[in-house]
């Protein structure tokens, strides 16, 4: 198994007409991805590369039976995709776009969080179960089939992580990217819990960064919830602190949001945080034996 | 981490939250949202701030313009009862380093009879995932001791995104933070105006240290901190404006000129990567290797050959460089087309530095046999980013020795 997509994905792509939304939906159904649509308003009735365009994605999830969205609308228009997307009943959301405003997204946010859907992202490379469907950006070259579950906030640290467990002969069961604004659909929580219920994981690499809390509120969710084991690993070490403007945001995240008040919060609840890349992969190795 | 439109990756943590704005600005946009601030002028030199105090008439205040805290004790602001005070006071502040920030310029306003100080923010509360509201009658002091020791004195309420502020939620934070009677009307106009302000110009951050009132009892906002979404800067082309002269870093102003996403930092081996996470690792890798990063250097998800060349001039033109190194993982990104940027830069800008290449990723073999055949001999290929960072702190050390 694995989590979020895979070959009972039924993939409509937002946005397919633009020179990268042609690009990676090409891209996502040559690896195997079932791309059953795309929507671009005004190019109903096109195709690109054999799949059908739709002038609205609700057409677009009636005649197709598309399941799950990728947004790769500019930010300007990517709110109102997101809306429609939502709207369309779509069971999966993953938004690549970066650079919608967060004012924008804390009210899509709080939308989504009314109904039952998940959103990934937005300003994330997507997912892939390698093997069985690939959603979103990332060189599939890097991932194989394994047991390893990955979820990241950055996107090149996720193919640099992955490229070291491959070689040591390690794969992934999904690589899951999160993505890096303020206000994303999935959390660290979210993603590795569906991890945790997956019997083909037998191990949640983690891989966080400088900002907010979300690692430090996961590390204290996994020790209480998770039994999958979990490695992780924090960029952004050498980052200079932020300048602080007012005092407000000291007031009210009690966390730092520095890499090492992240990996002493992992370190904490029993969490192993590797210090480079090719360390992540050697704790992989050993704690799957 | 793509924007369709421009193909460049970015970290919003690390450039900062958004863009924060000066005193003297935050206060033209209270003013402009109806929010009561006292009147003033900006002024660069001390016979502007002269003519300033002149325009504005009786005693002013004339305050640094910074984006630190704490001026106030560092000498940042003074009172001037007279026209000639006024011009002294600018002449003593203007060139003053403060916490590391010189002051460029000074903001003068007309002088307030305090009566009373509180507290006021709004904050994008990322992890609650709503905007938050605080308010203490605590004012004008420390705001995070005041926090920690009598954490009952600052009144907070999270708002819902999609119903907003009410009047009943600006009465509420005003009767938890023990706000005056005589005073409860003027703060819940200002708290209402602040969320409106707030929403409108998608500010990540609105604080108001201290919201005074008078002697005569008017609510008035002597201070303004506000940071505006990065992203949602398109819709703000006024605000954006104000962004040309934030920093006077050479290096840093050329990358915003040249748009490469480029931090200045402290040591002396440059770092070019793709990724903002792949380029937070690599400097941390260098540490570890026992060197120090010269930079963070975000070349974009799709970097292109141009891309290099634009992000290497910004990376050369540190003196402080003495060796380079470039981790690639090329997902769009494709490594043959960063070797190729890195020839063109070599050529253009004929630099002899050492220079440590490691690529991996979409068409690294022909990147690597590019550099192979072609390169010159400073440019070194080394097959993994540990290996990369240790060699390009080795060549930064017998560069510096």
């Not at chain 1, 109102?80 to 804390?106: F, Q």
């Not at chain 2, 707030?198 to 609105?206: G, P, S, V």
């Amino acid at each position: 198994m694995s989590i979020l997509v895979d070959q009972n994905t039924r993939l409509v792509v937002q946005g397919i007409t633009g020179r990268e939304g042609a690009f990676h939906a090409t891209r996502n159904k040559h690896y195997g991805t079932n791309v059953v649509a795309g929507v671009t308003p005004g190019k109903g009735g096109q195709d690109v590369e054999g799949i059908p365009v739709f002038n609205t994605l609700h057409d677009a999830v009636q005649q197709t039976g598309a399941n799950t969205a990728m947004v790769f609308v500019p930010p300007r228009f990517a709110t109102d995709a997101l809306y429609e997307a939502i709207e369309s009943g779509v069971e999966l959301i993953i938004c690549i776009t970066e650079g919608i405003p967060a004012h924008d997204m804390l009210q899509v946010y709080t939308n989504l969080k009314r109904g039952n859907q998940r959103l990934v992202g937005p300003n994330c490379p997507g997912i892939i179960s390698p093997g069985k469907a690939s959603v979103g950006i990332m060189p599939t070259q890097v991932f194989t089939p394994g047991r390893v579950g990955l979820v990241s906030r950055s996107g090149t640290l996720t193919y640099q992580i992955s490229k070291e467990l491959a070689l040591l002969g390690i794969g992934q069961s999904t690589v899951v990217g999160i993505g890096g604004d303020p206000i994303v659909g999935s959390s660290f929580i979210d993603i590795v819990s569906e991890f945790d219920k997956d019997p083909d994981t037998d191990l949640i690499v983690m891989v966080g960064e400088i900002g907010g809390d979300e690692e430090e509120k996961a590390a204290q969710f996994i020790s209480e919830n998770v039994t999958t084991p979990v490695v992780s690993y924090i960029a952004g070490f050498q980052a200079p602190p932020g300048k602080q403007m007012g005092h407000a945001g000291a007031i009210i995240t009690g966390s730092s949001g520095t890499a090492q008040g992240k990996k002493e919060a992992l370190e904490a609840k029993g969490i192993r945080v590797g210090t480079n890349p090719t360390e992540v992969a050697q704790f992989v190795k050993e704690h799957l034996g | 981490m793509v924007d369709p439109n421009q193909g460049h990756i970015r970290s919003s943590e690390w450039e900062g939250k958004g863009l924060d704005l000066f005193e003297y600005q935050g206060k033209e946009l209270f003013a402009r949202h109806g929010i009561p601030v006292p009147s003033g002028e900006a002024a660069e030199t001390p016979a502007e701030a002269k003519a300033a105090a002149e325009r504005i008439g009786g005693p002013v205040a004339v305050k640094a313009q910074v984006q630190v805290g704490g001026r106030g004790k560092a000498g940042g602001i003074k009172v001037a009862n007279t026209v000639a005070e006024a011009e002294a006071a600018a002449e003593q502040i203007l060139g003053m380093d403060i916490k590391g920030h010189t002051v460029h310029r000074v903001w003068i306003e007309a002088a307030s009879e305090i009566e009373k100080e509180y507290y006021a923010s709004i904050t994008f509360d990322r992890s609650n995932k709503k905007p938050l509201v605080m308010l203490s009658a605590m004012g004008g002091v420390d705001i995070e001791a005041v926090a920690e020791e009598h954490p009952e004195k600052l009144a907070r309420l999270h708002v819902d995104p999609l119903s907003g502020f009410h009047p009943h939620h600006a009465r509420r934070l005003c009767y938890e933070a023990g706000i005056d009677d005589a005073a409860m009307r003027g703060v819940q106009d200002i708290l209402l105006k602040l969320y409106k302000g707030f929403i409108e110009l998608d500010a990540m951050l609105f604080e108001v240290n201290p919201l005074i009132v008078t002697k005569s009892g008017d609510v008035i906002a002597l201070d303004a901190k506000v940071t505006i979404d990065n992203n949602a800067l398109y819709r703000h082309p006024d605000i954006l404006a104000l962004q040309e002269a934030s920093t006077s870093d050479p290096q840093e102003r050329m990358a915003q000129e040249k748009g490469v996403t480029y931090v200045k930092l402290d040591g002396d081996v440059g770092i070019l990567g793709n990724g903002a996470g792949l380029v937070m690792s690599t400097l941390d890798v260098v540490a570890l290797a026992g060197g120090r990063p010269a930079n963070f250097l975000d070349a974009g998800g799709g970097s292109k050959a141009d891309e290099v060349v634009a992000a290497l001039e910004v990376l050369l033109s540190d003196p402080k460089v003495k060796s380079l190194l470039i981790n690639i993982f090329g997902g769009i990104t494709r490594c043959d087309e960063v070797a190729e940027g890195l020839l063109t830069a070599i050529d253009q800008l004929g630099s002899t530095l050492p220079i440590v290449v490691r690529l991996d990723g979409t068409n690294e073999e022909e990147g690597r046999a590019i550099i192979k055949e072609r390169a010159p001999k400073n440019v070194v290929v080394e097959p993994t980013m540990l290996s990369a960072a240790k060699r390009a702190v080795e060549l930064a050390k017998e560069a510096a020795a």
